[in-house]
């Protein structure tokens, strides 16, 4: 398949000195993904975000002082993105004054070959898409190796022929690659296509982009994953990130910025709780304080330790008010043990039938011989029906 502009530029002044080389690594776009397990309104706000990462990739570029963007795979989250996500995708980067160089990720594989027809039918000339292994000029002296991803899961590694390649000396060898360098499957199925963690030392490269996981890790000095640009879950990180590279001198070691890019902060933090505190004042203290940053926040709030029945429904309550200034407010109390009071089973009822079922869910979630399960699911029959009385009496 040959893409409409052809991935291979030549440039009047190949012979000159080598300079430091600058350029943003990003992977991961993942482009047209639909979140269908949020709120419809909050969904079109995250995929929103996501087209809205060309252009501000494209800027931060242009602030750096970079010309070049390597975007190292999933440039969409699929191998059929309807039409609008790719053309809108090709129209924002052929906007931008930079160059994009762009290898097919395990989510938009070779595999999908319609869809690399199409862009390459479609694309800017400012768009580059990678599409064979083979070394490819995108600067003087600068020499880009890629490694497209020819099916979702090759069952190779696809850096190996880096090494092989030889590259005039003196000038810069940057490796542009998707993949794993750890096998997490518990039976070695996936160890096959792995990327040699020394990959950047054995392929003599002076950066090594990559692209697969959506956090930032630096394996090595010369060999990066930039993180999302975009978060899709919550992350230490919080905020998507890209990397900008400076390449000092052929051999030497790189300059690597972290720049965030991501609009949405998705988080999860922790709350212990203990009987007799004041749980809506402990959260409050926990929200962020930046009210009108809130609207961009996905914060996941789990919550441990023990609450009385009374406490604990304060706490959701809480949590209820609190939501609507968030994009998504999670209360997680799986892990929050309940302490039930008198006091907390007069206010259900003094006597009579719920008295008789509170006492009996009480007596089921206390009871040592049930498995915790059991014992869980019934305390939060019982939490349930004391926030549904204490919602009712309101």
């Known amino acids: 398949m040959q893409a409409k502009h052809p991935a291979t530029a030549r440039f009047p002044c190949d012979e000159c000195p080598v300079t430091a080389f600058r350029f943003l690594h990003t992977a991961d776009l993942h482009l047209g993904r639909r979140f269908g397990a949020l709120p419809e309104d909050l969904r079109g706000r995250l995929v929103e975000a996501r087209h809205a990462l060309l252009p501000n990739l494209a800027q931060a570029a242009t602030r750096f002082g970079a010309g070049h963007i390597l975007l190292a795979g999933d440039t969409f989250d699929s191998e059929t993105p309807s039409d609008p996500v790719w053309r809108q995708a090709l129209v924002a980067m052929g906007a931008a004054q930079v160059q994009w160089w762009i290898i097919p990720g395990n989510h938009d594989s070779l595999a999908a070959e319609s869809l690399w027809s199409r862009l390459a039918q479609h694309a800017p000339a400012n768009v580059r898409l990678l599409t064979e292994a083979r070394p490819v000029q995108i600067a003087p002296g600068v020499t880009l190796l890629p490694c497209p991803l020819p099916r979702r899961y090759p069952g190779r590694d696809l850096t190996a022929w880096m090494a092989e390649v030889e590259t005039p000396p003196g000038q810069f060898r940057i490796g542009l690659a998707h993949g794993a360098i750890r096998d997490f499957s518990s039976d070695g199925s996936g160890a096959d296509g792995i990327i ?199």
Not at 201 to 207: F, G, I, M, N, S
Not at 287 to 295: G, K, N
């Open 196 to 394: 040699p963690p020394d990959r950047a030392a054995t392929a003599r490269l002076d950066y090594l982009a990559l692209g697969d996981w959506h956090g930032r890790i630096e394996v090595n000095p010369r060999t990066f994953y930039p993180g999302t640009p975009e978060r899709d879950a919550a992350h230490p990180d919080a905020r998507g990130t890209c990397l900008a590279v400076t390449l000092p001198a052929p051999g030497a070691l790189p300059v690597v910025e972290t720049l965030p890019t991501g609009r949405f902060h998705w988080t999860e933090d922790s709350l212990a709780l203990l009987p007799g505190q004041d749980a809506a004042a402990l959260l409050a203290d926990r929200l962020p304080a930046d009210r009108p940053a809130r609207r961009d926040q996905l914060l996941r709030l789990r919550v441990t330790g023990r609450a009385t029945l009374s406490e604990r429904a304060a706490l959701a309550e809480a949590v209820a008010a609190a939501a609507p200034d968030f994009a998504a407010l999670d209360l997680d109390l799986a892990a929050l043990d309940t302490e039930v009071e008198a006091a907390d089973l007069d206010e259900i009822d003094r006597a009579g039938a719920l008295r008789l079922a509170a006492e009996r869910l009480r007596a089921a979630a206390e009871d040592p011989a049930r498995a915790e399960g059991a014992r869980r699911i019934s305390a939060a029959a019982l939490n349930r029906l004391f926030g549904y009385l204490r919602e009712d009496r309101a």
